[in-house]
């Protein structure tokens, strides 16, 4: 059983950065390749970026892409979302989830809000 608890998430103005973290209980996360997945402006939750077990390749949605960083510790059972350059159309509930998701590790996600 895998908890994950998203974090980090807030208030900026456009341009700015936040870094969000997801904390996994249990001791097997690093044997999944994890996600951040994002729901912004009423649409359907999407796949933000993702990264393999060993941290060692990424993939990010062409709408993030040289904005946003994922990485991994995995001996602290955590993942990382840096987010940079954010932007009005950034704004929603950001979660944290493998990858491929799994429908019993959604969590409450975290509020990112870009706004002047």
């Known amino acids: 059983q895998v908890q994950l608890v998203e974090s980090g998430g807030g208030l900026v103005q456009p341009g700015g950065s936040l870094r969000l973290s997801c904390a996994a209980s249990g001791n097997i996360f690093r044997l999944f390749a994890m996600g951040w997945y994002r729901q912004v402006a009423g649409n359907q939750r999407e796949k933000a970026a993702t990264?393999?077990?060993?941290?060692?390749?990424?993939t990010y949605a062409d709408s993030v892409k040289g904005r946003f960083t994922i990485s991994r510790d995995n001996a602290k059972n955590t993942l990382y979302l840096q987010m940079n350059s954010l932007k009005p159309e950034d704004t929603g509930l950001y979660y944290c989830?493998?990858?491929?998701?799994?429908?019993?590790?959604w969590g409450q996600g975290t509020q990112v809000t870009v706004s002047s």
């Open positions: 989830n493998t990858d491929p998701s799994f429908r019993g590790y």
């Open positions: 990264i393999t077990p060993d941290g060692g390749t990424f």
